[in-house]
């Protein structure tokens, strides 16, 4: 009867589970960085729309001088 020999030695187990967590660690900070990237472009996109609406605010009438200036 011919007998099945497993091609995996222990030594090969352990070797195989390190390169699966190599891969996991490896694809955990591809994510880190696509999410922190994703957040990156986000608060610059806020950044200029708030930038946009302060400069149009700047050109607004300021309501508050005009209520707190000095009665004449």
Do not use: G
């Not at 608060?43 to 209520?67: N, P």
């Amino acid at each position: 009867m011919l007998q099945r020999q497993s091609t995996y030695l222990p030594n090969d187990s352990h070797n195989l589970l390190a390169l699966h967590q190599v891969a996991y660690d490896f694809r955990q900070e591809v994510n880190y960085r696509e999410a922190f990237e994703e957040h990156c472009q986000w608060y610059y996109a806020q950044a200029q729309k708030h930038q946009a609406e302060l400069a149009s605010m700047e050109k607004d009438i300021s309501l508050f001088a005009w209520f707190s200036r000095p009665r004449q």
